[in-house]
């Protein structure tokens, strides 16, 4: 009798649970189940036989925050909206609207758009021994087609993978039911994950690069955008795409709105006087998980202070004094905000507690006089707890316990049509002790979180 691929599949999975399996031969499974076409170009990491365990606390924080965040960016749109018209302080969409061309800001505003968000929301989260500390949003994330296969596999090696082992394509499936990808040039290291999960989507999805098509071709049709607006010079057509796009011949998501994709607004959400708008418009249980996630912030603005104030949190009269603050003060991260390709990953991050007092004080004073033209940002900065987590030594044939600091990536999904907020799964990147910026690298782990509790 000839066996059906999904019944084929179903027994592989019943018998790989059927025993407690060792770490060897989950490497086995891990490797037998590599996509052929890879997940990332070029890209390389430590590999583990486990997922990563959240605790029973961490779980339930990163379970709400979905929602908290949905709804923090839909009243940051509206804080936005206000400002341009002039109901709400002006400074907040003058800074946000800084270094754009004008019609791209005019984009952003246009009626066409409101109200239209990513649909994808996902937040970089430290794992700190009080919590978790968020220190940035991403509306287009790379590691979706990764996150989705790693819970598939680590699930099939019977690990309790948060969203479960097809939360990432369904999730992905419901918030975009019908978009084939763009795929830019600079985000082409991407392309091999989205191909991955447009062959799981299946109903025909297509990954396609610029050079490669004709807007044209797109009449009719959505979008999934995954090119940062800054680049759109780099882009053949894609200022054809959003005309189309504003006049309703095809759908784009996540919509080009400029002002959505800052880092700042995490700045903007502690910023004292914005206090009052945040707590009128956000639910008082939303106010109390942000507050209790999102680390103090500054825009960094060279803006004189009154003789007898200073800068909220800092003890400082100015941002002079910032630069010359001393190493234990300086336990500060600062970054470009967004629409520029510096603002992209780590690329402009700078810690304060990790440079000498001379690189400090230079990058205060980069930061101060490019401040009208690309927006940078300040965050204090919480340092990740020491974890151990087990890493795969070929060499040895074993796996050896490795001290580790963790980046937490929830994906979020927000369906199309009407419906509750989606975890979809959680990607750990688990790197070595000693690194103070937490991301993907060739010596982390990137891994799938299971519930720790239920492992």
Same mark, same amino acid.
Not at 90 to 95: D, F, T
Not at 277 to 303: F, K, N
């Given at each position: 009798?000839?066996?059906?691929?999904?019944?084929?599949?179903?027994?592989?999975?019943?018998?790989?649970?059927? %025993?407690?399996?060792?770490?060897?031969?989950?490497?086995?499974?891990?490797?037998?189940?590599?996509?052929?076409?890879?997940?990332?170009?070029?890209?390389?990491?430590?590999?583990?036989?486990?997922?990563?365990?959240?605790?029973?606390? *961490?779980?339930?924080?990163?379970?709400?925050?979905?929602?908290?965040?949905?709804? %923090?960016?839909?009243?940051?749109?509206?804080?936005?909206?206000?400002?341009?018209?002039?109901?709400?302080?002006?400074?907040?969409?003058?800074?946000?609207?800084?270094?754009?061309?004008?019609?791209? @800001?005019?984009?952003?505003?246009?009626?066409?758009?409101?109200?239209?968000?990513?649909? @994808?929301?996902?937040?970089?989260?430290?794992?700190?021994?009080?919590?978790?500390?968020?220190?940035? /949003?991403?509306?287009?994330? =790379?590691?979706?087609? /990764?996150?989705?296969?790693?819970?598939?596999?680590?699930?099939?090696?019977?690990?309790?993978?948060?969203? =479960?082992?097809?939360?990432?394509?369904?999730?992905?499936?419901?918030?975009?039911?019908? *978009?084939? %990808?763009?795929?830019?040039?600079?985000?082409?290291?991407?392309?091999?994950?989205? !191909?991955?999960?447009?062959?799981?989507?299946?109903?025909?999805?297509?990954? @396609?690069?610029?050079?490669?098509?004709?807007?044209?071709?797109?009449?009719?049709?959505?979008?999934?955008?995954?090119?940062?607006?800054?680049?759109?010079?780099?882009?053949?057509?894609?200022?054809?795409?959003?005309?189309?796009? +504003?006049?309703? $011949?095809?759908?784009?998501? #996540?919509?080009?709105?400029?002002?959505?994709?800052?880092?700042?607004?995490?700045?903007?959400?502690? $910023?004292?006087?914005?206090?009052?708008?945040?707590?009128?418009?956000?639910?008082?249980? @939303?106010?109390?998980?942000?507050?209790?996630?999102?680390?103090?912030?500054?825009?960094?603005?060279?803006?004189?202070? #009154?003789? %007898?104030?200073?800068?909220?949190? /800092?003890?400082?009269?100015?941002?002079? +004094?910032?630069?010359? /603050?001393?190493?234990?003060?300086?336990?500060?991260?600062?970054?470009?905000?967004?629409?520029?390709?510096?603002?992209?990953?780590?690329?402009?991050? !700078?810690?304060?507690?990790?440079?000498?007092?001379?690189?400090?004080?230079?990058?205060?004073?980069?930061?101060?006089?490019?401040?009208?033209?690309?927006?940078?940002?300040?965050?204090?900065?919480?340092? =990740?707890?020491?974890?151990?987590?087990?890493?795969?030594?070929?060499?040895?044939?074993?796996?050896?316990?490795?001290?580790?600091?963790?980046?937490?990536?929830?994906?979020?999904?927000? #369906?199309?049509?009407?419906?509750?907020?989606?975890?979809?799964?959680?990607?750990?990147?688990?790197?070595?002790?000693?690194?103070?910026?937490?991301?993907?690298?060739?010596?982390?782990?990137?891994?799938?979180?299971?519930?720790?509790?239920?492992?």
């Amino acid at each position: 009798m000839e066996l059906n691929d999904d019944f084929q599949d179903g027994i592989e999975l019943e018998l790989i649970l059927d %025993f407690m399996m060792t770490d060897q031969e989950r490497m086995e499974v891990l490797r037998s189940r590599w996509p052929e076409g890879g997940l990332f170009l070029d890209k390389e990491w430590v590999l583990s036989p486990r997922a990563f365990p959240l605790r029973a606390e *961490e779980v339930e924080v990163v379970q709400r925050l979905g929602p908290a965040l949905a709804s %923090f960016q839909r009243v940051a749109e509206q804080l936005y909206l206000a400002s341009a018209e002039g109901s709400a302080p002006s400074w907040v969409a003058e800074v946000l609207d800084r270094g754009k061309p004008p019609e791209l @800001v005019q984009q952003g505003r246009a009626e066409v758009w409101r109200g239209k968000l990513p649909r @994808v929301i996902r937040p970089d989260l430290v794992l700190t021994e009080q919590g978790v500390a968020i220190t940035e /949003l991403d509306s287009i994330p =790379g590691g979706i087609g /990764l996150t989705a296969w790693l819970n598939e596999t680590y699930a099939a090696m019977g690990d309790v993978v948060i969203g =479960g082992p097809e939360g990432m394509v369904e999730g992905f499936r419901a918030a975009f039911p019908e *978009e084939n %990808f763009l795929i830019s040039e600079e985000s082409g290291d991407y392309a091999p994950e989205m !191909r991955w999960l447009a062959e799981r989507l299946g109903e025909d999805r297509k990954v @396609v690069r610029p050079w490669e098509t004709e807007p044209e071709a797109w009449r009719g049709r959505s979008m999934y955008r995954f090119f940062e607006l800054f680049d759109l010079a780099e882009v053949p057509h894609a200022r054809v795409f959003l005309e189309m796009a +504003a006049r309703g $011949e095809m759908e784009m998501t #996540p919509p080009p709105r400029a002002f959505v994709e800052e880092k700042l607004w995490l700045a903007l959400y502690v $910023e004292p006087s914005l206090r009052g708008w945040w707590t009128a418009h956000l639910e008082s249980a @939303v106010v109390e998980l942000l507050d209790r996630c999102i680390p103090q912030g500054w825009l960094v603005e060279d803006v004189p202070t #009154p003789g %007898f104030a200073e800068i909220a949190g /800092l003890g400082v009269p100015d941002w002079a +004094a910032v630069g010359g /603050l001393g190493r234990a003060e300086r336990e500060l991260v600062l970054k470009v905000s967004g629409f520029s390709a510096l603002g992209w990953g780590s690329r402009s991050v !700078r810690i304060g507690h990790d440079l000498s007092a001379a690189d400090w004080a230079a990058a205060v004073e980069l930061a101060l006089a490019q401040a009208q033209v690309q927006p940078q940002v300040m965050q204090r900065f919480h340092t =990740g707890r020491v974890v151990q987590h087990p890493a795969w030594k070929d060499e040895l044939g074993i796996s050896l316990q490795v001290p580790s600091r963790v980046r937490l990536c929830p994906y979020y999904f927000v #369906p199309k049509e009407a419906g509750q907020v989606r975890l979809g799964g959680v990607l750990a990147a688990v790197c070595p002790e000693d690194k103070k910026i937490l991301h993907g690298m060739r010596d982390a782990m990137m891994l799938p979180c299971c519930d720790g509790g239920a492992a």
